[in-house]
């Protein structure tokens, strides 16, 4: 192996799977999230992480969205 290398006249390339790379998220979830995931989990031999990314991706590539009702409570 060389003590030197000359990387001078080397043509970089940029990575063509920068865009598949996850981006690091700080989230706060509930902990009864958390450990309904993390049974998921072990059950499935799947990293906890894993399996909420494979959860949201799914949502995302099938466009779910969150369908929600406010109750308003009229006796105050």
């Known amino acids: 192996m060389k003590d030197q290398y000359d990387f001078s006249k080397m043509k970089g390339k940029k990575n063509p799977y920068t865009k598949q790379l996850k981006q690091p998220v ?4 509930d902990k009864d999230t958390v450990a309904y995931f993390k049974s998921l989990s072990e059950q499935m031999d799947i990293p906890y992480q894993s399996l909420i ?20 409570d009229d006796e105050k």
């Open 26 to 29: 700080t989230m706060r979830l």
């Open 53 to 72: 990314n494979l959860y949201l991706r799914d949502c995302a590539m099938n466009e779910r969205k969150l369908e929600m009702k406010w109750v308003v």
